[in-house]
């Protein structure tokens, strides 16, 4: 069977097992609507449901982009400047040690309810993973390499750019996957603080009014983006580093 017919055999299996529950207990709709009713929300709202999925995703794609790029910044700086390493990485913890949910109002403040507060949400959700499994893989490289690389008379960028880099891609790519799967999370929980657009926004508005289809059509738009974000990503990391270990075991 072909891997790329698996995910919608589960997700048939999902959607039969949520119709079962609920003709099983006898579901209100204001509790769980059925997968047929959450399917006739999605084509009624269909524009507002679009309108509000583009804002999110720009918050997240953004917010991505930028927090990918600080963390590989990051990364280089801790394994080439030592002397700075202590210093630094207490703060990188402190951000990971503090619920994002608990910084989401100070952030609404300083940076207001427009698109930079969703963002810089997104940047802190996703930033953790991707300077630590980059930090990892060029602190891991293969010694050996190290050494033959310096003893053929390479410098520290032609040694970063042929054999830390390259050795670092398969650990960053762990990371990127782990991204690109909890960027929503920042970028909802900032609309859910204060915001007046977004899927996040809609989630709360049809909540307050018991739209509960249209709330979990908000929903399912949401997870759609994330499993299709997660595969095209996956996909994409596969075909640029062909050399991760999980590629050619298959």
């Given amino acids: 069977m072909k891997d790329s017919i698996k995910p919608f055999i589960v997700l048939s299996g999902l959607l039969i097992l949520w119709h079962a529950l609920v003709v099983a207990f006898a579901m209100p709709a204001y509790i769980l609507p059925g997968p047929l009713e959450v399917a006739n929300s999605m084509v ?19 917010g991505l982009l930028l927090g990918v790029l600080l963390g590989i910044i990051l990364a280089l700086i801790l394994v080439y400047f030592t002397a ?35 963002v810089v949400m997104t940047i802190l959700v996703i930033f953790f993973p991707v300077a630590t499994c980059c930090y990892d893989g060029l602190r891991h490289t293969h ?68 739209w509960v289809d249209q709330m979990f059509a908000a929903l399912t738009v949401l997870a759609f983006c994330s499993v299709t974000l997660y595969y095209t990503t996956d996909r994409l990391l596969r075909r640029l580093i062909p050399w991760q270990p999980e590629t050619s075991q298959e």
């Fill in 44 to 62: 009624e709202h269909a524009s507002l449901l679009w309108e509000h999925t583009l804002v999110t995703l720009s918050e997240m794609l953004l």
């Fill in 84 to 118: 700075l390493r202590p210093w630094l990485l207490p703060p990188l913890l402190i951000t990971q040690a503090i619920p994002v949910f608990a910084l989401a109002p100070i952030l609404m403040l300083w940076f207001g309810y427009g698109l930079t507060s969703k």
């Fill in 143 to 210: 010694q050996g390499w190290l050494d033959m690389a310096q003893t053929m008379g390479g410098n520290r960028f032609a040694i970063l750019r042929h054999i830390r880099w390259p050795a670092a891609l398969p650990a960053l790519a762990s990371g990127l996957r782990v991204a690109v799967v909890v960027a929503p999370i920042g970028a909802v929980v900032g609309e859910w603080v204060g915001s007046s657009a977004g899927l996040g926004y809609l989630m709360l508005q049809a909540n307050a009014r018991l």
